[in-house]
């Protein structure tokens, strides 16, 4: 199969091209022997959206990312990118076709230093580049970034947000149209968070458009236009961010039950609570 957009082999399932979302998940499951951590899961996302995951530690989003990214294959269901079956292609056939990811741990490639690990993903993306038209790739991408003045620092020089930065300029390194992002701004200061949202909806003005996973629910909800809750590896909710952040089963998956009616009773969002709210709940169970 020489292009998957182009000629999709007998045993893809293909759906409108012209009509079809960027990306859809349809009855998707990945089981780890009895595990289901990905369950039945579907849903789409148009080209130019920015959308948001959220759910509890262990509800499947990396898992999600995963699947959708290539390094690893669904038990059932099919995903589609741009109207085509894309379960078979590897990693590297996806990142050529614009579809590139991050990863929650950032492994700058050793002895590298910032702007040769953005060739890096620049090389892995592109086909027919040369050494001077990676290196270029990459000076752009450090620009957008504002990691231009570290080109030469080593990875471990970096700071946990600048780290952040590399995973995010490795991956627009490949000139993505799909960007997944896992967690980029856990660990970050509140500053950096603000920063990274920023950032965030700067590339999805590009024309890339956006899939994020994100703990931090104020900055999910600042940056998405719509959110996707997973539960166990289900999905529970899909809205826009003040709907979901409201629904009664969201509050519940992250505090509990007991703890959710008090909350609901007292007609707040998932948006209002803090890290402390959380913290405390978890003191008090």
Request: charged share 25%; no cysteine; proline share 4%.
């Amino acid at each position: 199969m020489s292009d998957a957009l182009s000629q999709p082999t007998e045993s893809n399932t293909s759906l409108h091209a012209h009509d079809a979302p960027l990306l859809q998940l349809a009855g998707v499951t990945k089981r780890f022997g009895g595990l289901a951590a990905v369950n039945d899961l579907s849903f789409s996302l148009q080209k130019g959206e920015i959308l948001g995951v959220i759910g509890p530690n262990g509800a499947g989003k990396s898992t999600m990312v995963n699947l959708i990214g290539g390094s690893m294959a669904p038990n059932s269901g099919a995903i589609f990118y741009q109207g085509h079956d894309i379960n078979r292609l590897p990693p590297n056939r996806r990142a050529r076709l614009g579809i590139a990811r991050t990863f929650q741990i950032t492994q700058p490639f050793a002895g590298l230093n910032v702007r040769e690990n953005v060739m890096v993903g620049a090389f892995f993306g592109q086909r027919g580049l040369d050494r001077a038209r990676a290196l270029h790739v990459a000076d752009e991408v450090l620009e957008r970034v504002n990691l231009a003045h570290k080109a030469t620092f080593k990875g471990d020089q970096l700071t946990i947000a600048d780290r952040k930065r590399l995973e995010m300029a490795r991956a627009l390194a490949t000139s993505p149209q799909l960007l997944l992002l896992d967690e980029v701004m856990s660990g970050l200061t509140a500053t950096e968070v603000a920063q990274a949202v920023e950032l965030i909806r700067q590339i999805n003005k590009t024309g890339v458009t956006v899939l994020v996973i994100e703990h931090i629910v104020r900055a999910i909800a600042k940056v998405s236009d719509r959110i996707l809750v997973l539960h166990h590896g289900r999905k529970i909710a899909e809205d826009t961010p003040s709907q979901v952040l409201s629904d009664p089963r969201v509050i519940e998956a992250y505090l509990g039950e007991r703890y959710a009616k008090k909350r609901m009773q007292d007609e707040v969002s998932l948006y209002s609570l803090t890290v402390e709210d959380v913290e405390q709940h978890r003191e008090e169970e």
